[in-house]
């Protein structure tokens, strides 16, 4: 059985509530522990009575002692075996910190070995900060401007869906990920500054679901999108602008409706900025208009079956 299913089903059944029987708090002091006390170890045990069976807690009590996102591995993301060459970041925390190793050792986050600096980023415990991001995006911009050289470039502006692309065996000679988790387009307005200096010959852009999640509207979203197109026509006119899709979900909250619209106007507004506009709604929709079910970890994120779609689409003409 899945581990994580069964922590979830033991943890519903009050199993792994930590005032249930059998859990002992070892940071208790001695004579707490068992429930013990310090005179009660001499005296006559009590007359046998049936224990009475425990209460299953409620759903939001599971809910509030769950670890939070950035601490727990999802099912598609579990690490190989320990001394696996292959051993890569399962979380928001650990990737951050390999990157941030790399970047310390002089090394470039897309060229780098996980397996490198596994000292580093499997003690990953504390949650990075927004700021921290985007202090670590500044400077990897800054590192991949002054030894790009000749080399072919290209960048990523996106969110957690672009995160988490996997750049191995991509065509690009450098690769720079300027995505942070959970941004919406009006952070991003805010840093497509980081990487002014370099000289990408393609750039990927693809954003705005956690606008439209967040309950923006949908005309802003486009707008948004808009500017980001303009700014980076200005700032890199020599290179070739890819505009994906917003993907589709299994969220209740994000309506498939709203995200079609945007998609249409989107079409129309890189087409009219010359650039390369990428439906890839279509491809990852099932027959209902939502995220299918085999391309995705959480009705959101990608599984690996998601983003080996996606990379199709990068290395297509």
Do not use: C
Not at 152 to 162: C, K
Not at 226 to 242: D, K, S
């Amino acid at each position: 059985m899945d581990v994580w299913l069964l922590a979830a089903q033991l943890m519903v059944s009050g199993a792994l509530d930590g005032g249930e029987r059998g859990v002992v708090d070892w940071g208790a002091e001695p004579s707490a522990i068992a429930g013990l006390s310090p005179t009660s170890a001499l005296d006559p045990p009590p007359p046998f009575a049936p224990a009475a069976p425990p209460s299953a807690p409620s759903m939001e009590a599971v809910v509030n002692r769950w670890p939070s996102p950035s601490q727990v591995m999802t099912p598609m993301r579990r690490s190989p075996a320990q001394g696996s060459p292959n051993l890569r970041p399962v979380t928001g925390s650990q990737l951050y910190q390999l990157r941030a190793a790399a970047l310390d050792a002089g090394d470039l986050y897309a060229q780098a070995a996980p397996h490198r600096y596994i000292e580093q980023w499997q003690r990953a415990y504390g949650s990075p900060t927004h700021t921290d991001w985007q202090l670590l995006l500044a400077a990897e911009a800054a590192a991949v401007a002054r030894r790009q050289g000749q080399a072919d470039l290209a960048v990523v502006v996106g969110d957690s869906l672009a995160l988490w692309l996997p750049v191995d065996g991509l065509p690009h000679q450098l690769w720079l990920n300027q995505s942070i988790s959970g941004e919406t387009t009006a952070h991003m307005l805010q840093r497509l500054h980081y990487f002014a200096e370099t000289r990408p010959q393609t750039i990927y852009v693809m954003a705005g679901i956690n606008d439209l999640k967040n309950g923006v509207s949908e005309a802003t979203v486009v707008d948004n999108l808009y500017q980001m197109m303009l700014r980076l026509r200005q700032q890199h006119p020599q290179a070739r602008l890819v505009v994906y899709s917003i993907l589709p979900t299994r969220l209740r909250d994000v309506s498939g409706d709203r995200i079609l619209r945007v998609n249409q106007r989107l079409a129309t507004l890189a087409t009219y900025q010359g650039a390369t506009f990428v439906d890839l709604h279509p491809s990852f929709s099932d027959s209902q208009g939502l995220l299918r079910l085999d391309l995705t970890t959480d009705g959101l994120h990608l599984s690996p079956q998601g983003y080996s779609l996606w990379q199709a689409a990068l290395v297509s003409p």
